[in-house]
């Protein structure tokens, strides 16, 4: 049974969520119909306040005298061509125009706390964190992608960090998630090269755990959680192996957005008209979504390469 009246809140405007008792799974949705599917200042917020009802709640639900728990969270969007278009480059656009940086910064940290609080388990160590990418998934997407322990993606799926074409780089999580997970060296040619790669190859780098064909996304989830029922105990220690040998710190993640405000302060005319052209890109990308045309702009995969 999957069910929204477990105990947590679902008066959100951007994101939707769902109870599966008897997988004991949690689905956190990104689902903004009505707006460019980017990590914005409302859905950060509304992210924030989700997960700290998780961390709350110490991962144990009641509903009709009955008590749940959570076991696996699954971040997931309603979209299924689009998971994360990234940050809200207009805003950022604007704010390093003007050489705000105290307004810049607030955003930068509270997008950053969002995905801090996926990366510690909302501070409750018994969930597994899973992301299930169906569609175009780029800059502060896939870096929320990359905050869980299983990353499962259907082939027509496109994922990168095109932040390098306006001379920027992805400053929250980026490269302490990807690096920890595949190493220095892919992490340095997904983010300094700025390509978009399909599925399959992300899979072959080791960025994607599980590959599915399109529309098999879900399924794939619940095969992965049934074959791994009775070892999800071990695989969880795994984890926990892993952060211990080679731990990310907030304070990492902090000095790191540091960097990316200092970044964003040095943007020429030339950078901000480059975003500019982004921005277009993703303009016209939700236009096509809008239009339920499933194609991908060619201007969205090729930008990096413009001028």
Known sequence: MINTAFGLSNNYKQIETRYDAAN?????????????????????????NHHKEIEHS?????YEDEVHHIKYSVLASKR???FSLGGPLTHIRELAKARNREALQYYALKALNVLVQRT?????????????????????GLESALTSDIIIAEKQSKLGFPEIAFNMFPGMGAYSLLARKVGNKIADKMILGGSIYSAEECYDMGVVDILADEGEGESKLYEWIRQNRNSSNGFLACQKSK??????????????????LDAAMKLTDRDLRMMERFIGSQQKLYGAIANKDQSMPSNVLELRRAG
């Open 80 to 82: 299924k061509d689009v």
């Open 58 to 62: 110490a991962g144990v639900l009641g």
């Open 24 to 48: 004991q799974l949690l689905w956190t949705i990104l689902a903004q119909g009505s707006t460019i599917p980017n990590y914005n200042g409302e859905i950060c917020d509304e992210l924030t």
């Open 120 to 140: 510690f388990r909302f501070n409750v160590p018994s969930i597994i964190n899973i992301s299930l990418v169906q569609g175009l998934t780029l800059g502060a």
């Open 243 to 260: 952060n211990r040998v080679n731990p990310i710190t907030e304070e990492e993640l902090i000095d790191i957005t540091q960097i990316w």
